[in-house]
Structures are given as structure tokens and as C-alpha cells.
């Protein structure tokens, strides 16, 4: 099986740091010896840092060194593979980290520094943790890392706050957040990509409150931490913006007599269908969690809800579709078949696509097919500043103000978004995109942008 991980690990090496430059299509590359198999994370910021060096047998190899080892080790398409992946999505590129004694196969997604720059904060970039387990391909989740990590440079921009945007993806066994060794690896690895973060699908909130006490302040939205889980304020968030969806459309916010499908009952999923059950809505649900199911059914026994399999919740015909669970669900044969008037939801990625002329495409069709649908990460933004802001002032704000916050932000940015989308004759996709690519791409003589 093709694996960048297998080739560190039969090199005796810890680190793969992958560099690109859009400007001159130009990859640069380091790999490295940078820890002993010895080293005991449990000390990670008690008696050693990120600047500490942890081993007297140190390795760095160059960008030639690196390509020498990928052919020595018959990789060298499966490496063309992923530089055409960063490519095609203009990404900064990859940080991946591998320790060997707890397999753990770590993959920062990089794709834009830009906005954190000079920032005043430890973080340049901002992006959530997930875990993958061990038995997916490895480039499945780096195809995820990237692709998130895409959306987030974006997102963070919609939620106006001066942080990158990244996103890791773990792949691992389940963690035990006890294990002190383990949670310092996954500190010491989080604090060397510059990155702020939240535990997302398959990592237990409760680290947060294990990183903050015990090794990094980088982990942010925990059970006790000062603005709580970061999905409530992304479901309000996605929420407000689809009220402003109706209001564009029809003069009205009201959802009064309307029927909605909502994919995933996840913890953003999950309020989301609870905001729309405030209102006279007949909703549609699917998760593959029963529990979940019928717990949504038992907090509400005079609503009108009906259970819908995970493969029909798609094709239902209602007015409102809102994806909750996971990314990749609408390509060209699934465009085909929806019915909907509005998909505004939470879940990253909607679209089967991993570059943003790819989505451009399919909003087109969706648009084509009468369907008002607006590129998720413009409006499913509020998550991440609700991290941005408990990383940047703590116990010092509290749930008002978030509120207060969202408020402010998401549903004034999508309005705007639409009327910008309709002036200028283009999908609310393509208008968010460009709205943002001016920032992040638009000044290429920046001394910091460069690698």
C-alpha cells in the first residue's frame, strides 16, 4: 500500500514537511529525524518545547535527499499523486508527523498562513482535529486534510478573524486521553504547526481540558473551557444564515408551513433540527445513530418528523435540505435527483469536489436546477469564531457575547453574499470565492508569503 508514513518509518524518521508555491509551481521539501524513540511527551512543555532539541542523532534532509528517498522506495507516483492535489488547490502544503510507538500518523493540512500572520498570537492558523482510523487509505486522509483545510482558510475569512486556515487529520487508534505520553505527542505536534484547535469527529471533547491543563492552550470549544462546544454556535450560525436564505428569496424569514430534510444528527445536526423544530416545520431526519433518532423523536412528541434512511434523506422531497454529517455527498448524478428550494446546512465540504473551480461547477448545476445553495463554509463560520475567540480572551467573554458575535457576523454575511452573488449574475458560491481570493491570494510580493 502506497504510504509516505511507512517510507518515515523505515527511514528511522519523524517529520515530513511538504512546501508549494503557486506563484512559481515550485515544491520544496524536508524530512527529519527530530525525537528519540526514547523521548517521553508527558514532559512536553515541563522540561522540553517545541524549540528543544531531542535527540543528539538529528537527520534533516533537503528537497534532492527527499525525492531520492520516495525513489529508493518506489514512491514517486504515488508522491506525484499528492503534489497534484496541493496543487490543484493552491495549498501552502502539509505538515506530517509519525510516532512510532503509538502509530500515530499525523496530517496538518496547510492552506494559507496568510491571514495569521503578525497576529499577536502562537497561532497563524486556525482548524479542527479529527481522527481516522488506521485501516483507511493514507491518502484518503490526507485528501481530507487538504480539502478541509481549503475550506477553513476560507471560513475564517467569513467569520472575520485574522487566522489561516488549516485542518489535521489523525489517523490512530481511539485515544486514551489519560494516557499523558500520548496527549503530550498530540500537544507537541499541534503547538509545531502554529495552529489552534478543537477536537472534532472521533476525538472526545474532554481533551480540551487535558491539553489546557496539563500541555498547550492551542486546544479550544471543551466541556468546561469558557465558550463550551463550538457545534451550538456553527448550528445557530447555519441557522440564522438560512433565514436570511428564505428573506432573499421570499421577503420573509418565516419557515411557518415549510418542510425540512436534515442529514445527520451529530451535535451540529442534532440543533439544528432543534432550531427548525422551534418553528411550524415538518422535518425529515437521518443518522446512523438510532439512539440519536429516536432521542430527537422523544423531545419532541408534537412535532411532525419522520425517520428517513441515510441513503433517501437526499432525494426526499422537501423545501430545505441541510447536510450535517459528512462531506463529499452532492456530485453531478446526485444534482440530478434533488428536489429542494434551499440547501443551506453545517456538514464541511458538501460538494464532491477538491479544488474551488470544481465546486464553482456544481453550484452551477444546483443553481441551474432553480435550488438557492450557498457554499458551506460562508455560513457554517460561527464555530470557529467562537474558538477564535475563547483562544484570543478566554474566561473573559462568555455565551452573550458569542451570541452576540454570530449575530453580528453570520447572517450579515450572507445577505450580503447573495445580493453580491445577484449584482453580479454569478452563484453564491462563486461570489463567496470571490470575495475571498483577493485576500489570500491577491498580494504575492508579501515578505511573509514565502516559503
Known amino acids: ?182 496527549m503530550g505527542f498530540m500537544a507537541y505536534a499541534c503547538d509545531t504547526t502554529r495552529c489552534f484547535t478543537g477536537p472534532d469527529m472521533a476525538f472526545p471533547k474532554e481533551m480540551v481540558k487535558v491539553m489546557n491543563n496539563n500541555f498547550t492552550m492551542q486546544y479550544c470549544g471543551g466541556p468546561g473551557s469558557a465558550l463550551g462546544d463550538t457545534a451550538i454556535p456553527t448550528a445557530y450560525g447555519v441557522y440564522l444564515a438560512l433565514k436570511q436564505a428564505l428573506k432573499f428569496q421570499t421577503g420573509s424569514e418565516s419557515l411557518d408551513g415549510m418542510s425540512a430534510a436534515v442529514q445527520g444528527l451529530g451535535a451540529v445536526g442534532y440543533a439544528m433540527a432543534k432550531y427548525l423544530a422551534q418553528e411550524k416545520t415538518k422535518l425529515y431526519i437521518a443518522d446512523i445513530n438510532q439512539d440519536a433518532l429516536d432521542r430527537f423523536i422523544k423531545e419532541h412528541p408534537n412535532h411532525d418528523v419522520t425517520i428517513v434512511s441515510t441513503d433517501e434523506i437526499v432525494k426526499v422531497d422537501a423545501d430545505i435540505f441541510c447536510p450535517s454529517a459528512m462531506g463529499g455527498i452532492l456530485g453531478e448524478e446526485e444534482i440530478k435527483t434533488l428536489k429542494f428550494k434551499y440547501i443551506i446546512g453545517g456538514a464541511n465540504n458538501q460538494l464532491r469536489a477538491t479544488n474551488q473551480e470544481e465546486e464553482i461547477r456544481l453550484a452551477k448545476l444546483i443553481a441551474d436546477k432553480g435550488i438557492l445553495f450557498q457554499v458551506d463554509w460562508w455560513h457554517n463560520c460561527a464555530g470557529v469564531l467562537a474558538a477564535a475567540m475563547e483562544y484570543t480572551y478566554g474566561f473573559t467573554k462568555n455565551n452573550a457575547d458569542l451570541v452576540k458575535a454570530v449575530e453580528e457576523v453570520v447572517p450579515v454575511q450572507t445577505w450580503k453574499n447573495l445580493n453580491r452573488a445577484k449584482e453580479q449574475n454569478v452563484t453564491p458560491t462563486e461570489s463567496a470565492y470571490m470575495s475571498c481570493n483577493e485576500l489570500i491570494y491577491g498580494d504575492v510580493t508579501s515578505k511573509f508569503w514565502t516559503i
Open 1 to 182: 500500500m502506497s504510504s509516505l508514513f511507512n517510507i518515515l518509518k523505515a527511514e528511522g524518521l519523524t517529520t515530513l514537511k511538504i512546501r508549494y508555491d503557486f506563484r512559481t509551481d515550485v515544491f520544496r521539501f524536508i524530512a527529519a529525524k527530530e525525537w528519540d524513540a526514547s523521548t517521553d511527551f508527558s514532559k512536553y512543555n515541563k522540561t522540553f518545547n517545541i524549540g528543544s532539541n531531542l535527540t543528539d542523532e538529528a537527520v534533516y534532509l533537503n528537497t534532492s535527499q527527499v525525492l531520492t528517498m520516495f525513489e529508493k522506495h518506489g514512491q514517486k507516483e504515488y508522491l506525484e499523486k499528492i503534489k497534484d492535489l496541493i496543487r490543484q488547490g493552491k495549498h501552502f502544503g502539509i505538515d506530517m508527523l509519525y510516532n512510532d510507538k503509538f502509530n500515530i500518523r499525523f496530517i496538518c493540512g496547510i492552506h494559507s498562513p496568510k491571514r495569521g500572520v503578525n497576529n499577536k498570537s502562537h497561532a497563524t492558523m486556525a482548524g479542527a482535529t479529527r481522527r481516522k482510523d488506521l485501516s483507511i487509505p493514507e491518502i484518503d486522509a490526507i485528501i481530507d486534510a487538504l480539502n478541509l483545510s481549503r475550506a477553513m482558510a476560507f471560513k475564517n475569512i467569513a467569520a472575520d478573524i485574522s487566522f489561516g486556515g488549516c485542518k489535521t487529520t489523525i489517523q490512530m487508534d481511539s485515544p486514551d486521553i489519560t494516557n499523558m505520553e500520548l
